[in-house]
C-alpha cells in the first residue's frame, strides 16, 4: 500500500503545471512583474504600438499553447508565460486607461471586480483556489486567468496610487510594499488562511515590482532615477533568466500529497 501511495504521489507532482511557492518563486515573481512594466512601456514609446501591440499578444499566445501543451511543470516554459503575462497585462490595463480614456480609479475597480468574478467561479467550480491542486486543464485555465488579472489589475493600482494620488512611483512601492507585508506576517504569525495569503501577496508583488521599476526607469523629471526602461528591462531579464535557471524550482506538491507524506513520516 505504501508503495501505491508513493507512485500516486509521484504521479501528482509529475503533473503538477506550476512551481512549489519558496522564497525564490516570490523574488523572480517580483522581477517579473517590474520587468513587464518597464518593457511594455519601452515598447510602447520606441516601437509602433500597431507592431508592438500585436508582436507581444503573438509571443503571449505562443508561451501560453506551450505551457498548456506540456504535461508538467518546466521553469524556463512556466516564466516565460509569467513574463509575457506581465507585458500583455500592463498593455490591457494602459489600453483601458488610455485607449478607452477611463480614469485609474475606474480601471482599478474594474479589474478588481473582473478578479472577484473569476476567483469565485474558479471556487464554484472546483471547490479550491489552491496553486497546489493545478494539475487538471480546467484549473490551469483558471489559474492562468487569474494571474492575468491580478498582473492587470495591479497595474491599474500602480498607477493610480502614483498619478491621481501624487504619490510618485517609489512612494507607492513603499505603500504596496507595507500592503504585501500583511499577508507574509499574517500567514507566518498568526495563521492567516495559506490560499488567501498567496492570492492578497500575489496581487501585491505586482504594484511593488512595477512602481520600483518605473522609478528606475523613468526621466527624472517624471519623478524617477533616469536610467532608462530599456535597460532596466535588460538588467531584469538577465536576473529572471539566471534565477530561473539556477532556482527555477521543483513542482508544487498537492495537499494530499504533503498529508500522504506528513503520515508516511
Not at 27 to 40: F, H, Q, R
Not at 87 to 109: E, N
Not at 180 to 204: D, R, S, T, V
Amino acid at each position: 500500500m505504501k508503495s501505491l501511495s508513493v507512485t500516486r504521489n509521484q504521479a501528482i507532482e509529475i503533473f503538477a503545471k506550476v512551481p512549489e511557492i519558496t522564497i525564490y518563486f516570490w523574488i523572480i515573481k517580483l522581477l517579473t512583474t517590474g520587468m513587464g512594466e518597464v518593457a511594455s512601456d519601452y515598447l510602447f514609446e520606441n516601437l509602433n504600438p500597431f507592431i508592438s501591440a500585436p508582436l507581444s499578444v503573438l509571443i503571449f499566445v505562443a508561451a501560453m499553447i506551450l505551457q498548456f501543451k506540456v504535461r508538467r511543470y518546466i521553469p524556463r516554459i512556466y516564466w516565460l508565460v509569467v513574463v509575457m503575462v506581465s507585458i500583455f497585462g500592463t498593455m490591457a490595463a494602459d489600453v483601458v486607461r488610455v485607449g478607452l480614456g477611463t480614469p485609474y480609479i475606474v480601471s482599478t475597480i474594474f479589474f478588481m471586480v473582473a478578479l472577484a468574478i473569476v476567483l469565485i467561479t474558479w471556487y464554484s467550480k472546483e471547490k479550491t483556489l489552491s496553486v497546489h491542486s493545478i494539475f487538471t486543464r480546467r484549473r490551469e485555465i483558471f489559474y492562468w486567468l487569474t494571474v492575468l488579472v491580478t498582473f492587470a489589475l495591479g497595474t491599474a493600482a500602480g498607477d493610480m496610487t502614483a498619478t491621481s494620488m501624487h504619490l510618485g512611483y517609489f512612494s507607492s512601492g513603499l505603500l504596496f510594499t507595507g500592503l504585501l507585508a500583511i499577508p507574509a506576517l499574517g500567514f507566518l504569525l498568526f495563521g492567516l488562511n495559506e490560499i488567501f495569503a498567496f492570492w492578497f501577496a500575489y496581487i501585491m508583488t505586482r504594484p511593488v515590482g512595477a512602481s520600483f521599476s518605473d522609478w528606475l526607469g523613468a526621466a527624472h523629471s517624471h519623478g524617477g532615477l533616469g536610467l532608462g526602461k530599456g535597460l532596466v528591462t535588460l538588467v531584469l531579464l538577465i536576473f529572471i533568466i539566471l534565477l530561473v535557471i539556477f532556482r527555477g524550482g521543483s513542482p508544487a506538491k498537492s495537499e494530499e500529497v504533503k498529508d500522504n507524506e506528513e503520515k508516511a513520516s
